[in-house]
Nanobody, 124 residues
Framework: QVQLVESGGGSVPPGGSLRLSCAASGDTDSTECMAWFRQIPGKNRTPVAAIDIDGRTRHADSVKDRFNISKDNAESILYLQMNSLKPEDTAMYFC??????????????????WGKGTLVTISS
């Protein structure tokens, strides 16, 4: 089992920045991919960015050049740096871990463990 705990959410105006963190613990040796998903009420959870164990990253087209996923392997912490935030980025953001490589952006069905989420609100 892998436990994931997100932090760093909050409310910022458009154009602002936030950095989300996800602390992983437990059986992290089996984790091959970690990712961030987001979800708004009434919609499916969608992938935002993913990073494989070899360091390869993928970002959704909607966040490319604005968001960056990274991982501190020594501390088992996943990050999502979010810049130039837009109102449409408002969502609950979830940390995710998979025991297989993601290769690209993962589907929900490919995720083995989820965090409980952290809320990001972009509003003036």
């Amino acid at each position: 089992q892998v436990q994931l705990v997100e932090s760093g959410g909050g409310s910022v105006p458009p154009g602002g920045s936030l950095r989300l963190s996800c602390a992983a613990s437990g059986d992290t040796d089996s984790t091959e991919c970690m990712a961030w998903f987001r979800q708004i009420p009434g919609k499916n959870r969608t992938p935002v960015a993913a990073i494989d164990i070899d360091g390869r990253t993928r970002h959704a087209d909607s966040v490319k050049d604005r968001f960056n996923i990274s991982k501190d392997n020594a501390e088992s912490i996943l990050y999502l740096q979010m810049n130039s935030l837009k109102p449409e980025d408002t969502a609950m953001y979830f940390c995710a871990a998979a025991d297989a490589l993601c290769w690209g952006l993962p589907r929900q069905s490919g995720i083995d463990f989820w965090g409980k989420g952290t809320l990001v609100t972009i509003s003036s």
